[in-house]
């Protein structure tokens, strides 16, 4: 069975960073083009950054270029997202998911930016 | 970016009636290699998405036959033939063939009236 397990999310404070983890088992991972994927409290779906299988392209969402890095390492099975000047409006629960049409989902990993 | 926009944003329904949720782009999603990347997605309370349609039409695996998509260029449309309880919650569609970014339709919310 195909499973992506997100970690690493936290309270932060303004300005703040965080890493954030997705561990993939039951999928050769490295074969397939990853996402992260959030949506803030009571809000809808918002693509964030993805990466290639070897992690030679990545593209982000306007709002966290310059922020956030997207990267992975294939010999682990695992996603990353590093989260650096974290903002309020990052508030929200990060999902990592397989390609870029999003066939297979974590549980997400809830990120609260707060002071 | 491609804007997608689905209507209604909230959808009561009676157990066994239809339901039908549409969505539309703000340009044509028909990509240069032939195919539409059009997917949906159901969303339950408390969990995470979970993907139903992608190429407009095709069902994913384990997703009842009364789910089906329809619709080409910038028009599409999601029906349940006969809502069960089950199928509360919120649906999205989704773009991917002019990106990025990948971009999502606000989420249309099923109810049971």
């Known amino acids: 069975e195909v499973q992506l397990v997100e970690s690493g999310g936290g309270l932060v404070q303004p300005g703040g960073s965080l890493r954030l983890s997705c561990a993939a088992s039951?999928?050769?991972?490295?074969?397939?083009?990853m996402s992260w994927v959030r949506q803030a409290p009571g809000k809808g779906l918002e693509w964030v950054a993805i990466?290639?299988?070897?992690?030679?392209?990545?593209y982000y969402v306007d709002s966290v270029k310059g922020r956030f890095t997207i990267s992975r390492d294939n010999a682990k099975n695992s996603l990353y997202l590093q989260m650096n000047s974290l903002r309020a409006e990052d508030t929200a629960v990060y999902y990592c998911?397989?390609?870029?049409?999003?066939?297979?989902w974590g549980q997400g990993t809830m990120v609260t930016v707060s002071s | 970016d491609v804007v997608m926009t689905q209507s209604p944003l909230s959808l009561p329904v009676t157990l066994g009636q239809p339901a039908s949720i549409s969505c539309r782009s703000s340009?044509?999603?028909?990509?240069?290699?032939?195919?539409?990347?059009l997917s949906w997605f159901q969303q339950r309370p408390g969990q995470s998405p979970r993907r139903l349609i992608y190429?407009?039409?095709n069902r994913d695996s384990g997703v009842p036959d009364r789910f089906s998509g329809s619709g080409s260029g910038t028009d599409f449309t999601l029906k349940i033939s006969s809502v069960e309880a089950e199928d509360v919650g919120v649906y999205y569609c989704m773009q991917g063939t002019h990106w990025p970014p990948l971009t999502f339709g606000g989420g249309t919310k099923v109810e049971i009236k």
């Open positions: 190429k407009v039409s």
């Open positions: 998911a397989r390609e870029g049409d999003f066939d297979i």
């Open positions: 039951g999928v050769t991972f490295s074969s397939y083009w």
């Open positions: 990466i290639n299988q070897d992690g030679s392209e990545k």
């Open positions: 340009q044509s999603l028909v990509h240069s290699d032939g195919n539409t990347y």
